[in-house]
């Protein structure tokens, strides 16, 4: 009996552990580190990137890029370029504001750091989408020619499971070398 009980604890704790495995997934000009059991969705966002989704573990993320000079363009042309200003600051400040005109956000956590020598603003925060109370962890990421966008959810009452795998996502964004500056001085 011994020995059965101590077989299921190791093929427990093995697969627990591979369940927590990180793939490297590769777009155009970036990667990012995914646990394997999401899997790729083209039902999250018409404009993102990249879309993974577990729906049985209610664990999603997407990231969306936009080109620094279109969205100098479209702040020009939509008249709010005296509202927003064309830098990372009002990159943030436009897709945060839109955010919450979507969702009632409760318990905001912001704060700004740099990921893999990118400037980046991440935002945790609690909010309801239907009759779904949701946690949601946001990344803004200054790159060289893009901004990015990085959003990661789950249902609130499973962000005890989640919250770490959702910050080593975030954390493992990268530029791909050859777009890579870093954020300090760069230029186009």
């Known amino acids: 009996m011994k020995k059965i009980f ?7 704790t093995i697969s627990c552990e591979t369940s927590e495995e990180l793939q490297t997934i590769n777009v155009s000009n970036y990667s990012i ?3 394997s059991y999401l899997s790729e969705s083209k039902e999250l966002n018409d404009e993102a990137s990249l879309q993974y989704q577990n729906i049985f573990k209610e664990l999603y993320i997407i990231v969306i890029h936009e080109n620094k000079g279109e969205l100098e363009n479209a702040l ?14 009002g990159y943030v400040d436009l897709l945060s504001t839109g955010l919450a005109s979507n969702i009632e956000m409760k ?6 750091t740099v990921i893999n020598s990118l400037e980046t603003r991440v935002m ?10 949701v946690f949601y962890e946001v990344a803004y990421v200054n790159g060289i020619d893009n901004y990015y966008q990085i959003m990661t959810w789950t249902l609130l009452k499973k962000k005890s ?28």
């Open 76 to 89: 020009t042309e939509n008249g709010i370029d005296e509202i927003y200003s064309n830098d990372f600051d």
């Open 33 to 35: 580190q995914l646990p």
């Open 107 to 112: 318990n905001k956590i912001e704060k700004d």
């Open 161 to 188: 499971d989640y919250e770490d795998i959702m910050d080593k996502m975030i954390h493992s964004f990268k530029v791909k070398k050859n777009s890579k500056k870093g954020f300090k001085g760069a230029k186009k």
């Open 124 to 133: 945790k925060f609690e909010g309801k989408v239907e009759d779904f109370n």
């Open 6 to 12: 101590l077989i299921l604890v190791v093929f427990f």
